[in-house]
Structures are given as structure tokens and as C-alpha cells.
């Protein structure tokens, strides 16, 4: 895996959920989803189920594999397309806006429902991530799901792009300077992408509050918070 992630800036798929775990963390999904709702921050901040997804066992030892054992959340971001819908993410990189190139990170891509090119799968380019950061532009389109409005400057190959095709229960993990995108949803069902940023002990940025979800090293420097259901006990 570790090869292939170096060379590629991307491993899939890998199978983390079974079926029972998809239809739970859907369901659960579908509870707080909004009608027309395109995409949900942080959700692990404030449901159990949700920072039981970010914990979960078979995606931390994955993770742990590109980026070692001590494991923190950075973010959480859910993209829920419905069906027909003409949201799109345009061409950029998650680092430009973020700065976790600057310290060991990794973005998983968990599926909730198939995620295949009818329905707007993510799109990459393999090997962009070592081009380091690129020039970004901030545009304005309601249908444009970047949150910033960031697309990439330059233009891109589309011939080189590679779709991210997974089933449910399975993910991807991609570096952060990896360009990446994904088209409209034409199908007739929803497609819905969990998205966890993992970073370490390493990081620097006290302007995030980070969640420790392996490990146990020192994390006084950062803004370390506890998961919902301790918080509620």
C-alpha cells in the first residue's frame, strides 16, 4: 500500500465497513441531512455515531500504515449529492487551503453508497501530489462545492484523471496535495462520500481543534477536545 500511495498520491479501495456498518452509518446519515443538503462539517464533533466512524478500527489501522500510530482528527466533512443534482467539486487540492502538507496527514474518502461515474465519484490525478502546492483561484458558482471556491489555475489533462470507483463500506486515502475533483451526480440515486482529514502529534496548528483517536503522545501543543459521547456522559 505504501508503495503505491508514494508513487500514485492514492490507495483504493479498501474495505472498512461491512454491510450492517453502512446501512447503520447512513441511516444515521439521513437523520440529520438536510433536504437538498450538499455537504455537513464536522459532524464527529457533535454524534456519537459519527466519531465512532472517524475511530473506527479497521480505518485507523490503514491510516496508520501511510502515517504512523499516533492518529488525530482534523476534520470531517460528509459530500451528500442527491440524485440529479448539479453540484461538482472543480480541480484543486485540499492542502492549498489547510497546510497539512506541512506535517503527516492523509484524506479518507469512506462510501456510503456506490461512488461511480454516474453519480460524480471523486476524479484524481495520479502523481500530482508531487508537484507540491499549486496556484489556486477563488471563483463563485452555486454548484461548486469547494468550500472557498478554490480551482486549480492550470489547466488539467483530463485524459490522465483516473475515477475513484468504490462500493460502500469502502475507502480511499489520498495526500493532500493530491488534485482531485468530481462531476455532477446524473444518476438517479444520491451519492454519499465521508470524508476524515488525519494528521499527528506533529502538526502545529492550534487554530483547529484536533481529535486524538490513536495513540498517546504529547498533544499540549494543540487544541486537543474529547469525543461527543464523553463530553455527554
Known sequence: MIDVYEQQGIVFPIRVLSDAEVAEFRGELEKVAREGARRLDQLHLTFPWAYRLVSHEKVLDAVESLIGPEILVDGNLVFYKPPHDAGYASWHQDSVYSGWHLTPSVSAWIALTVSEPANGCMRVVPGTHRQGVLEHDNVQDPNLLNKRGERLRMDIDESQAVDVVLKPGEMSLHHTNLVHGSNPNTSDGPRIGFIVRFVTNLSTNRNRPV????????????????PPDRCSA
Do not use: Q
Open 211 to 226: 481529535m486524538r483517536v490513536r495513540g498517546n503522545a504529547d498533544c499540549s501543543h494543540l487544541r486537543l477536545i474529547e
